[in-house]
């Protein structure tokens, strides 16, 4: 299994912000976390709220823990909540089930890390960490089914 680099997470945190400057996004708080969930980068725009550092980890652990993009994540809390309730409780509370947090894959298709974002609407944040992935050459696989 290849690692995500630290100079990929800061290339990732650096275009994820500059995608929502495009679109004059709300600010924005970008975690890219390691295939073990250990953050390995972190940014929050001025402006952005007091717990955003730790909604933007979450939804990437979550996306790492579930082994699937945190929108998926979203739909099964509206689906089966008791489920992902109780899967939340296992995790601590760390798990944060709203469409911003995306797997990050190697060009083989292994899981190699995940990058959560938060601060404008789900869509927005999830927006900008396709296209910070896409940006580095590496696969986002933000659980959108086509």
């Given at each position: 299994m290849?690692?995500?680099?630290?100079?990929?997470?800061?290339?990732?945190t650096c275009n994820a912000l500059s995608a929502g400057r495009e679109i004059l996004s709300a600010p924005l708080t970008?975690?890219?976390?390691?295939?073990g969930g250990h953050l390995i980068s972190l940014q929050r725009e001025d402006g952005a709220s007091l717990l955003r550092p730790q909604i933007a980890i979450g939804k990437a652990w979550g996306?790492?823990?579930l082994g699937k993009g945190s929108r998926l994540i979203a739909a099964d809390a509206q689906?089966?909540?008791?489920?992902?309730?109780?899967?939340?409780?296992l995790a601590g509370g760390q798990l944060v089930p709203a469409p911003g947090g995306v797997?990050?894959?190697?060009?083989?298709?292994?899981?190699?890390?995940a990058v959560g974002i938060t601060g404008d609407t789900s869509d927005i944040d999830e927006q900008c960490?396709?296209?910070a992935v896409e940006s580095v050459g590496?696969?986002?696989?933000?659980?959108?089914?086509?």
């Open positions: 290849s690692a995500i680099s630290l100079a990929t997470a800061l290339d990732i970008v975690a890219v976390l390691d295939a996306a790492l823990a689906q089966r909540p008791a489920f992902i309730g109780a899967v939340n409780n797997l990050i894959r190697d060009e083989r298709g292994e899981v190699i890390g960490a396709v296209s590496l696969k986002a696989d933000a659980g959108i089914v086509a």
